[in-house]
């Protein structure tokens, strides 16, 4: 069963315009999200987070909006860059631990 | 400095036989973590250790055991290994208190033929 889901596996952007990433969840006890950036032969690096008390948190291009009511969050990066490309996973956690609750992942491809 | 490595970074080995990762952090992080990314990059959490101690056990078979020889190592040994161990391995970190962000390893990549 999984907790988080990443329908897009794939997505491709001109560069300079956004990136929007999406990510959707079905466990109501998360508390707590995560992106992550994930370039081929290494590990994921933390992007960004939100508390499950906020819906929006910003970091510079990268912002996270987050609809508790639908059980969504996305990822904002705007002006995507060629540099961006990468894989993103989707994280959550909670229920209990500090385990990490990962989607499949969205390959974003910024183009020329 | 390598905040979080592992070694190897590749293994090949045959069917039936044992092998260990090894993972170590300098961050002075209290927890550490094993994670796998299957063939359908399928990230999961297998085992978590907070001060040496076993703290998350996930579903993992018992051919796969974990050691944590002091705070900054955190080893991942696997008995009999199956076609179906073939995976990338991650090792992560990060703090008890603040269970928000975890920092990866870059990971090994475990074939087994």
């Known amino acids: 069963d999984q907790q988080v889901k990443q329908n897009s596996p794939s997505l491709s952007v001109q560069e300079g315009r956004i990136s929007i990433l999406n990510c959707d969840y079905t466990?109501?006890?998360?508390?707590?999200f995560l992106w992550y950036k994930k370039y081929p032969a290494e590990g994921p690096t933390f992007l960004i987070s939100i508390s499950s008390i906020k819906d929006k948190n910003e970091d510079g291009r990268f912002t996270v909006f987050l609809n508790k009511s639908a059980k969504h969050l996305s990822l904002h990066i705007v002006p995507s860059q060629p540099g961006d490309s990468a894989v993103y996973f989707c994280?959550?956690?909670?229920?209990?631990?500090?385990?990490?609750?990962f989607g499949t992942g969205t390959q974003l491809k910024v183009e020329l | 400095d390598t905040a979080v490595s592992q070694t190897p970074k590749y293994l090949v080995t045959q069917m039936g036989n044992d092998k260990s990762i090894k993972c170590e952090q300098n961050l002075g992080h209290d927890t550490m973590y094993w994670y796998k990314q299957d063939s359908k990059k399928f990230l999961k959490i297998m085992f978590s250790?907070?001060?040496?101690?076993?703290?998350i056990n996930e579903t993992v078979p018992n051919r796969f055991s974990p050691k944590s020889p002091d705070k900054a190592h955190l080893n991942l040994h696997i008995n009999s290994l199956e076609l179906g161990d073939s995976a990338v391995y991650f090792c992560?970190?990060?703090?008890?208190?603040?269970?928000?962000?975890?920092?990866f390893g870059p990971g090994t990549r475990l074939t087994v033929l």
């Open positions: 992560a970190t990060g703090l008890a208190s603040r269970s928000d962000t975890q920092y």
């Open positions: 994280a959550a956690k909670g229920g209990g631990g500090n385990k990490l609750t």
């Open positions: 250790y907070n001060n040496k101690e076993l703290i």
């Open positions: 466990n109501s006890m998360f508390d707590y």
